[in-house]
């Protein structure tokens, strides 16, 4: 499944390794509308956790998988 934009941005920061409170910040969200797209992210991507959502966005990056 395809994520949106915003999910993007926020996926992209986290690999930056941001956390909750900077990513509002820098998007002018609130830290649980943040929480709430991590969580729609691992679900889309079937991640058990933020990391390995990063991991697979890597690796679908790198045509891996």
């Known amino acids: 499944m395809k994520l949106s934009r915003r999910e ?8 930056s390794g941001l956390p909750d409170k900077e990513i509002a910040q820098s998007l002018k969200i609130s830290i649980r509308t943040v929480q709430t797209n991590v969580t729609r992210i691992c679900l889309k991507l079937g991640a058990r956790n933020r990391p390995h959502a990063v991991t ?6 790198l045509n891996y998988t």
């Open 56 to 61: 697979k966005v890597f690796l679908k990056a």
């Open 8 to 15: 993007t941005e926020i996926i992209v920061l986290i690999a």
